[in-house]
Protein backbone atom coordinates (compact mmCIF):
# COMPACT_ATOMS: atom_id res chain seq x y z
CA UNK A 1 0.00 0.00 0.00
CA UNK A 2 1.31 3.46 -1.04
CA UNK A 3 0.36 6.36 1.67
CA UNK A 4 1.01 8.87 -0.55
CA UNK A 5 -1.72 7.47 -3.01
CA UNK A 6 -4.35 9.34 -2.67
CA UNK A 7 -6.93 6.07 -3.41
CA UNK A 8 -5.07 3.91 -1.22
CA UNK A 9 -5.20 6.58 1.47
CA UNK A 10 -9.30 6.92 0.75
CA UNK A 11 -9.21 3.03 1.11
CA UNK A 12 -7.89 2.85 4.10
CA UNK A 13 -9.97 5.47 5.90
CA UNK A 14 -13.10 3.72 4.62
CA UNK A 15 -11.87 0.05 5.96
CA UNK A 16 -10.82 2.28 8.97
CA UNK A 17 -14.54 3.72 9.63
CA UNK A 18 -16.09 0.75 8.99
CA UNK A 19 -14.12 -1.30 11.45
CA UNK A 20 -14.51 1.38 13.94
CA UNK A 21 -18.37 1.57 13.37
CA UNK A 22 -18.47 -2.48 13.94
CA UNK A 23 -16.64 -2.44 16.38
CA UNK A 24 -18.15 -0.08 18.50
CA UNK A 25 -21.64 -2.06 17.12
CA UNK A 26 -20.35 -4.88 18.67
CA UNK A 27 -19.25 -3.39 22.19
CA UNK A 28 -22.73 -2.26 22.49
CA UNK A 29 -24.70 -5.49 21.82
CA UNK A 30 -21.96 -7.20 24.13
CA UNK A 31 -23.28 -4.56 26.48
CA UNK A 32 -26.91 -4.76 25.75
CA UNK A 33 -26.64 -8.90 26.57
CA UNK A 34 -24.95 -8.26 29.69
CA UNK A 35 -27.37 -6.01 30.62
CA UNK A 36 -30.12 -8.58 29.78
CA UNK A 37 -28.54 -11.66 31.44
CA UNK A 38 -27.80 -9.20 34.27
CA UNK A 39 -31.66 -8.57 34.68
CA UNK A 40 -32.53 -12.30 34.09
CA UNK A 41 -30.22 -13.11 36.90
CA UNK A 42 -32.05 -10.94 39.46
CA UNK A 43 -35.48 -12.43 38.75
CA UNK A 44 -34.41 -16.14 39.54
CA UNK A 45 -34.39 -17.39 42.94
CA UNK A 46 -31.56 -17.68 44.92
CA UNK A 47 -30.93 -21.26 44.53
CA UNK A 48 -31.06 -20.97 41.13
CA UNK A 49 -28.81 -18.03 40.44
CA UNK A 50 -26.37 -19.56 42.03
CA UNK A 51 -26.32 -22.63 40.52
CA UNK A 52 -26.28 -20.62 37.12
CA UNK A 53 -23.56 -18.09 38.47
CA UNK A 54 -21.26 -21.19 39.71
CA UNK A 55 -21.91 -23.57 36.32
CA UNK A 56 -21.41 -20.74 33.20
CA UNK A 57 -19.54 -17.66 34.66
CA UNK A 58 -16.90 -19.64 37.68
CA UNK A 59 -16.93 -22.96 35.40
CA UNK A 60 -17.66 -25.28 38.25
CA UNK A 61 -18.86 -28.73 37.05
CA UNK A 62 -22.45 -30.02 38.48
CA UNK A 63 -20.04 -32.66 40.79
CA UNK A 64 -18.28 -30.03 42.47
CA UNK A 65 -21.49 -27.42 42.47
CA UNK A 66 -23.09 -29.99 44.42
CA UNK A 67 -20.40 -30.53 46.80
CA UNK A 68 -20.07 -26.60 46.96
CA UNK A 69 -23.75 -26.46 48.32
CA UNK A 70 -24.61 -29.64 49.57
CA UNK A 71 -26.71 -30.51 47.08
CA UNK A 72 -26.42 -34.12 44.33
CA UNK A 73 -25.65 -33.95 41.18
CA UNK A 74 -29.41 -33.89 40.56
CA UNK A 75 -30.75 -31.40 42.47
CA UNK A 76 -28.05 -28.96 40.59
CA UNK A 77 -28.97 -30.34 37.17
CA UNK A 78 -32.36 -29.76 37.69
CA UNK A 79 -31.82 -26.01 39.34
CA UNK A 80 -29.91 -25.30 35.97
CA UNK A 81 -32.37 -26.37 34.06
CA UNK A 82 -35.11 -24.78 35.83
CA UNK A 83 -32.87 -21.43 35.88
CA UNK A 84 -32.11 -22.21 31.97
CA UNK A 85 -36.16 -22.62 31.40
CA UNK A 86 -37.48 -19.14 33.43
CA UNK A 87 -34.64 -17.12 32.27
CA UNK A 88 -35.77 -18.49 28.10
CA UNK A 89 -39.59 -17.79 28.99
CA UNK A 90 -38.89 -14.19 30.52
CA UNK A 91 -36.11 -13.49 27.64
CA UNK A 92 -38.68 -13.93 25.45
CA UNK A 93 -41.48 -12.01 27.17
CA UNK A 94 -38.74 -8.94 27.31
CA UNK A 95 -37.54 -9.57 23.69
CA UNK A 96 -40.83 -9.84 22.46
CA UNK A 97 -42.18 -6.97 23.76
CA UNK A 98 -39.66 -4.64 22.73
CA UNK A 99 -39.47 -3.99 26.47
CA UNK A 100 -35.53 -2.94 27.39
CA UNK A 101 -34.97 -4.04 31.04
Known amino acids: M ?8 AWLE ?10 FEDLAR ?9 TLLE ?3 AEDRIAVE ?3 AEEYSVF ?5 LG ?6 KVRLH ?10 EKLLGRGVKP
Open 54 to 56: LYY
Open 2 to 9: DFSDPEDM
Open 43 to 45: ELN
Open 71 to 76: WGESKV
Open 82 to 91: RARKKMAERC
Open 14 to 23: TAMTEDSVAR
Open 64 to 68: EIGEM
Open 30 to 38: REEAARLVE
